[in-house]
T-cell receptor, first 114, second 114 residues
Framework: NAGVTQTPKFQVLKTGQSMTLQCAQD?????MSWYRQDPGMGLRLIHY???????DQGEVPNGYNVSRSTTEDFPLRLLSAAPSQTSVYFC?????????????FGPGTRLTVL | AQSVTQLDSQVPVFEEAPVELRCNYS??????LFWYVQYPNQGLQLLLK??????LVESINGFEAEFNKSQTSFHLRKPSVHISDTAEYFC????????????FGSGTQLTVLP
């Protein structure tokens, strides 16, 4: 199993540009989520999905869109990038909806918005 | 809502010395508690977790954490650290028996010095 994969690893955008961060998992996990990691703030939940076709907002959803058309894929879209979205983005998945289950994290995407 | 406080952002320690990384949580109901570790340029990995039962939980690489309900703490300890333990450590909490999401602390950077 490849686990959770993310592309790209690094990205530089100009303010106002749009892009999609890709996330895929091959473990047949129902639950997937996106976090952003900023210095001194830990990980903050952006959006999550409890299954194909079902998504919901996390703690910091503004400026981001998600969709979940398949169990495997959970892309994160930035519609109009802003410097405040400069961060490291992690995708994660876990089996089932129970929060007692371990979350498996991807390697991250480092995004810089100029 | 639950919250997590990691009191130390940076902990430098010499190799083979003991270490304690502190974590306090706030919740009015029963919780699940986790420690995740992030090695440089990688995603997070589960180190250990407390769900119920014995209040002392251990990882495979010598770390342990003790759930203390009266002090609302879940401190992480290791009696003798190695250079390879250098990483950032995140404490996380969620309410037990619910689908509520994980809340992460701000992280503690452990640096093991030779």
């Amino acid at each position: 199993n490849a686990g959770v994969t993310q592309t790209p690893k690094f990205q530089v955008l100009k303010t106002g540009q749009s892009m999609t961060l890709q996330c895929a998992q091959d473990m047949n996990h129902e639950y997937m989520s996106w976090y952003r990691q900023d210095p001194g703030m830990g990980l903050r939940l952006i959006h999550y999905s409890v299954g194909a076709g079902i998504t919901d907002q996390g703690e910091v959803p503004n400026g981001y869109n998600v969709s979940r058309s398949t169990t495997e894929d959970f892309p994160l879209r930035l519609l109009s990038a802003a410097p405040s979205q400069t961060s490291v983005y992690f995708c994660a998945s876990r089996p089932g909806q129970g929060t007692y289950n371990e979350q498996f994290f991807g390697p991250g995407t480092r995004l810089t918005v100029l | 809502a639950q919250s997590v406080t990691q009191l130390d952002s940076q902990v430098p320690v010499f190799e083979e010395a003991p270490v304690e990384l502190r974590c306090n949580y706030s919740s009015s109901v029963s919780v699940y508690l986790f420690w995740y570790v992030q090695y440089p340029n990688q995603g997070l990995q589960l180190l250990l977790k407390y769900l119920s039962g014995s209040t002392l939980v251990e990882s495979i690489n010598g770390f342990e954490a003790e759930f203390n309900k009266s002090q609302t703490s879940f401190h992480l300890r290791k009696p003798s650290v190695h250079i390879s333990d250098t990483a950032e450590y995140f404490c996380a909490v969620t309410v037990s028996g619910s689908a509520r999401q994980l809340t992460f602390g701000s992280g503690t950077q452990l640096t093991v010095l030779p």
